[in-house]
């Protein structure tokens, strides 16, 4: 029997600091060849695009199988390594929000200066909610400055976050003032053209980026890029195909993809020793963190043995 796990029961079942467990474990697992995936594809259609990603884990021996289409579909499949049995469709509506910014909770974790205290937002929408909970949780944030165009999503955003972030919640007049103070700088935009070049960057300064997961998305120039000390990805393959900024940068020459390191190296391996002054985190979703959080629910509803709709067939 299959069992349809609801967006409702996925957010009585696991929060942030949860996703936060499960998405390091499995960046560590990654690291130790436990973990093998595919990269996302996506398929044109007419009107909409159908987006894939696949992971599996030896020790879990649990195939995932991510799809979704923009503004419509969102799901997290799971099926037996052993049998090939299908085991779980879920809607990953929440799910797909919370282990992307479980993601940026750990790079924050691993490559953020420890005196990081004031953290950016840039794009004050669904997804930059969860970005600011799971950084907030990860480093030691006092302040959060929220710069987006639209004045009531950015004070919808700031009233939202201030019953989830223990810190001062500010609204900040420009772009320009969000690169010169933070420390920790999110993007979640849906820009196709640059928006942040760096020339204002504090000397230390950790930039996220989970915007620019297109070829045609973009959110920090090139100019910003040949700033950072550091580049850091979650897959490597998904970047070279995906990652616009990144893409933009290494076809002028500025980046080199043997420079690019994996975030699961960084976590197995600790805290940097030697923390580079300025880092760029380039996010793009990649069906580890699915999978991760897909695993716990799944468990979750197992061992509670949570109402759920079971079918015999699909």
């Known amino acids: 029997m299959a069992l349809i ?8 079942l696991i929060d ?3 996703a936060l467990a499960v ?18 594809y996506r398929l044109r259609g007419n009107q909409k695009g159908l987006n894939m990603m696949a992971a599996w884990h030896a020790d879990w021996n649990l195939f995932c199988l991510r799809f979704y289409i923009g503004g419509t579909t969102n799901a997290i499949t799971l099926y037996s390594g052993r049998t090939g049995q299908f085991l779980a469709l879920l809607n990953a509506s929440y799910l797909a929000g919370l282990r992307t910014g479980a993601t940026s909770g750990i790079a924050a974790k691993y490559l953020a200066s420890p005196r990081a205290r004031v953290l950016g937002v840039i794009g004050p929408g669904w997804q930059a909610t969860f970005q600011a909970e799971a950084i907030g949780l990860s480093a030691p944030v006092q302040t959060v400055l929220v710069y987006g165009r639209n004045q009531v999503r950015r004070r919808r955003f700031i009233r939202k976050m201030q019953r989830k972030i223990n810190a001062d919640l500010k609204e900040a007049i420009s772009l320009s003032e969000i690169e010169a103070q933070s420390d920790i700088i999110v993007l979640a935009t849906d820009s196709t053209v ?25 959110e920090v120039s090139s100019d910003l890029i040949r700033r950072m000390d ?9 970047a070279q195909n995906d990652s616009g900024d990144l893409i933009a940068a290494h076809e002028s020459g500025i980046l080199h993809w043997d420079d690019v390191v994996l975030l699961d190296r960084i976590v197995a391996g600790g805290k ?13 979703g990649i069906a580890d963190d699915a999978l ?7 468990n979750k509803v197992r061992r509670k043995r949570v109402k759920v709709r079971k079918v015999s067939e699909i």
């Open 292 to 298: 991760a959080v897909g695993h716990y629910v799944l």
């Open 230 to 238: 550091l580049i850091v990805t979650d897959d490597l393959p998904t």
């Open 272 to 284: 940097l020793n030697h923390r580079p002054k300025r880092t760029l985190f380039q996010s793009n």
């Open 194 to 218: 640059p928006i942040l070049d760096g020339g204002l960057l504090k000397d230390e300064a950790l930039v996220i980026s989970i915007g620019a997961n297109q070829v045609v998305k973009h």
């Open 23 to 40: 998405v390091e474990k499995i960046f560590r697992d990654r690291a130790a060849n436990k973990v093998r995936s595919l990269p996302r």
């Open 16 to 18: 942030m600091p949860r």
């Open 5 to 12: 796990i609801s967006e409702q029961v996925t957010r009585k």
